[in-house]
């Protein structure tokens, strides 16, 4: 049986990389989370104007890789002290964020965050947030960095 997490921080397709490659996940999606628009586009959220956050939902196997470590690896994916922003990706939709399915994964992110932030010198400025309707990204942002042929999207 696997269960579902949810995270934002920053572009997508990187954050999908990285958690494709741990161990214990079975699948991941890019996609929209956290806002208020109906089925949303690419378009619409890189308008600013649906609320919703670049998101992967994940799943796993919890008999191989607890919800407190991929909590625990997701702060060494991006600056979660950034707001709004990840690098040259500017926006609400680039904000850092953790979407909780239940009572016990926002127990569990924010014990993670205060770990978490005594590892830097700002505030950890990642939200936590009961998950909503997550909208997988149109097909052609499903992997995209493995359709063209790039490990990474850091500089």
Same mark, same amino acid.
């Given at each position: 049986m696997t269960e579902t997490a949810t995270f934002a921080a920053g572009c997508f397709w990187g954050v999908e990389v990285d958690f494709r490659n741990t161990p214990g996940v079975t699948d991941v999606k890019v996609g929209y989370s956290g806002g208020h &628009?109906?089925?949303?586009?690419? #378009?619409?959220?890189?308008?600013?104007?649906?609320? /919703?956050?670049? &998101?992967v939902e994940v799943r796993f196997d919890p008999s191989e890789v607890?919800?407190?470590?991929?909590?625990?690896?997701?702060?060494?994916? /991006?600056?979660?002290?950034?707001?709004?922003?990840?690098?040259?990706?500017?926006?609400?939709?680039?904000?850092? &964020?953790?979407?909780? /399915?239940?009572?016990?994964?926002? #127990?569990?992110?924010?014990?993670?965050? &205060?770990?978490?932030?005594?590892?830097f010198s700002k505030p950890i400025a990642t939200e936590i947030t009961p998950a909503s309707t997550f909208w997988p990204a149109e097909e052609y942002h499903q992997q995209y960095l493995v359709k063209n042929g790039r490990a990474t999207c850091r500089i």
């Open positions: &628009a109906e089925v949303p586009t690419y #378009e619409q959220v890189c308008s600013g104007t649906t609320g /919703h956050a670049e &998101a607890s919800y407190g470590e991929l909590v625990d690896r997701f702060w060494s994916f /991006h600056d979660p002290t950034q707001v709004n922003r990840q690098g040259w990706d500017v926006g609400t939709q680039y904000r850092s &964020a953790i979407f909780t /399915h239940s009572p016990e994964q926002a #127990e569990v992110a924010a014990e993670s965050k &205060a770990r978490a932030q005594a590892r």
